[in-house]
C-alpha cells in the first residue's frame, strides 16, 4: 500500500528532479528538460517541497552565472533585453526579472556581508535585491501572490530562469570578484590615502552633479572642466607614486552597461572617454555591455566622466530641434542617432586635448612624467590585448548630416579644455 513521503523524502525526490533538469540544460538536451518540467508541474508531492527545490535550483543556476564572471546588474539588464526580443510582453519581462533580483537576494544570505566586494553590494543596492518574505509559505507561492501569477506560470518563470542563465550566456571576463570567489591580492595602502581618495572622488562627483542639473551651457562646461582637472592630477599622482615606490595593482577590468536606445553613440562615448583617460574599450553590441581596461584611478574617472556626459548630451539631444528636411521628412531617431555619435567623436576630440594640456604642464614642472605614463599605457595595451586578441572593429554609418552638425556643436558647448593652472590639490 502506497504511503505519503515523508517532507524530508518529498523535498529529496523535489531536488533529484530539479537536479536532472540542471544536466538537461547543460547538455542542451531540450527534450529531457521538457520532459522532467512536465512531470514537474504534474507531481504530487507538497508544493512547499517542490517549491523550495526549485527555488535552491534557481539559486546554483545564479551561482553558475557569477562563476562565469556575471554581475547583478548585468544580469538583469541582459534578461530584460532578453525577453524584449523574445517578443515576451513588458509586464513579462519586469517580473522574470524581478524573479531573478528574488534569487539574487535569496543566494546572498549564504555569504558574509563583511566580505562581499562592496561595488557588488552597491550593485544589489541599485537592485533593491532584498529578502522581503517570510514565514513558512515558501518564496514562489509569495512571489506567484505578489504578481497575480498562477503557481504553472511562477514554476515555468522559474524553469525559463533556469534555461536563460545555463544555456543563453556566454562567459565573461572578469570584472571585480563575485561572493565566493577569490580576492585580488592588492598592496596595503594607509588610511590617510584612502581617505584623500575619497575625499577627491566626492568633490569630483560634486561638480559633475552640478554640471549635469544646470541649464545653462557655460557652467555646465566649467564645472566639467573643473572635475576633468582634478581627475587628471588625481590620476597623475596616482601614477607618479607607483613610479617612486615600484609597486603597483595593475591594470584592472570593469563593465558599463549600455542602456537602449542609441546603444552604439552610447558605447562610442564611452570608448572615446577611456582612450583619453589612457584606458581601452570595447563593446558587445549583442549584449549591451562594454568592458574598459585600465588602472583603477582611471577606471574612475572614466565611470564619472562618462555617466556626467551622457546625462548631460541627452539634455543637450532632447533641448534639439530637428527640423524637417527638403522632402518633408521628420526622422527624430537618425537625427539623435547622428547627434550622439558626433556629440562622442567631438568629446574624444576635447578631452584628448585636456589630457595632452596636463600632461604637459606637469611635465613642465619637473617631474620625470613621460616614461611613467608610457609605461602605463602599455601595461594597459597589453592586459587589453590579452583579454580580446581576437576583437573585430566595426564602423557605423551616419545617415542624418543635421543631427550630426547639431551634435558636434552640442560637444563644443560642453568644450572641456583646461584655460587656467591645475588646482594645487
Sequence with gaps: MPTTPTAAQARGYADRMLVEIAAALLDRDQRRYRVVC?????????????????????EQAVQHAWNSNWRPVELDHTLRRFAARAGAP???????????????????????????????????????????????????????????LDRRKVLGGAFELMRWLYQELP??????HAPGSPARQRRATSEATDGADRRMLDRIRALLAKAES???????????AKAQQLMARHSIDHALVDAASGMSDGPETR??????????????????VAEANRCRALNFSDL??????????????VEMLYTSLLVQAI????????????????????????????YAHRIGERLTEVREEVDAEVAAAGTDLVPVLAARSEAVDTAFEDLFPHRVSRTSRIANAAGWASGRAAADRAELAVRNPLPAG
Design 38 to 58: 512536465e512531470q514537474v508541474y504534474a507531481s504530487t508531492l507538497d508544493q512547499r517541497a517542490v517549491d523550495d527545490a526549485v527555488s535552491h535550483a534557481i
Design 288 to 301: 549591451g555591455l562594454s568592458t574598459i581596461v585600465g588602472f583603477g584611478p582611471d577606471l574612475d574617472s
Design 315 to 342: 539634455h543637450a539631444m532632447t533641448a534639439a530641434n530637428p527640423r524637417a528636411d527638403r522632402y518633408g521628412r521628420n526622422d527624430v531617431r537618425s537625427f539623435r542617432q547622428a547627434f550622439l555619435s558626433a
Design 171 to 176: 562567459p565573461l571576463e572578469r570584472a571585480g
Design 255 to 272: 563593465r558599463i552597461v549600455i542602456a537602449n536606445p542609441y546603444e552604439g553613440p552610447k558605447a562610442m562615448l564611452l570608448q572615446v
Design 90 to 148: 513588458k509586464s513579462a519581462g519586469n517580473w522574470m526579472a524581478q524573479l531573478l533580483t528574488d534569487v539574487t537576494a535569496g543566494r546572498m544570505r549564504v555569504y558574509d556581508p563583511a566580505a562581499v566586494d562592496p561595488r557588488w553590494t552597491a550593485e544589489l543596492s541599485v537592485l533593491d535585491a532584498t529578502v522581503w518574505w517570510t514565514g513558512d509559505d515558501g518564496h514562489l507561492a509569495q512571489f506567484g501572490r505578489r504578481h497575480s
Design 214 to 224: 544646470t541649464d545653462f551651457p557655460e557652467e555646465a562646461e566649467a564645472f566639467t
